[in-house]
């Protein structure tokens, strides 16, 4: 087998809704697309008798030995889904930890997908929902990744061809705890999005939406709440709003002119901030 590329694109919230809560894990609703940032993949077969998994890059540091990878690869040994075949996978990490943006989990996902598209492992709809969460709740989200609309019943609507939005992501030196955020839920919102639709993708939808999390990690991180400030006067974003669980807050812009300048302001007061612009895909 020839090295193979595979490109693991970040997953951004643009609205998100906490609407209950289950034994473990709260139930949410969520308006979700993927960006051109990505983690590069690449993987190709091996002879050893186990998988070699590496990590690089600017993100690579502190990632677990039981990362989600290993966790897929775990999971279809254990099942024996790849007929004792190994693999060798490199990632290069480009999408920051502890983000908000998915990456860990869209890494499993994209090597699964690779591995069903090229027919090493056959598996339907419900087994794939099935070994993806075990591996983590959002995994699932990356599955032929598209603009998504997850409801409150943690079930998706997938949608083509949707507008398309210029994004500035800004990283502070730190990262919040998806545990420890979703910890602090006390109050919850009745579901908007169990009736999904396109349109829910148009600016002047989005516009009108929230996520629920953030006041709780602005109250446990102040410095949030500056950055979304200052990236509110940038160039006139469409609208400024933190994804998942954060720590990374996003401004929308309909204009790759707007959303560049916007980061040559913003890189000037915040030089040591985490700053990436790109596009929903």
Known sequence: MSVSKIKSHAKINLALNVTGKLTKLHKIESIIAFIELHDLITLKSTKNLKHVIRFNGKFSKNIKKNNTVQKLFNILDEQKLLNNKKFQVKITKNIPQKAGLGGGSMNAASILNFLIRKKFIK???????????????????????????????????KFFKCPRLYTLLVKPSFGCSTKKIYSKVKRFTKSKFNNPKKNMFRSDFLISQNNSLEKIAISKYPKLKKIKSFLGVLKNPLFVRMTGSGSVIIGYYQSKQDCELAKVQFKRKFKDYWCNTSKTI
């Open 123 to 157: 598996l339907n709809q419900k087994k794939t929902f099935k070994i993806t969460s075990l591996i983590g709740s959002d995994v699932i989200l990356g599955i032929n990744p598209t603009s998504t609309v997850l409801r409150s019943n943690n079930t998706l609507k």
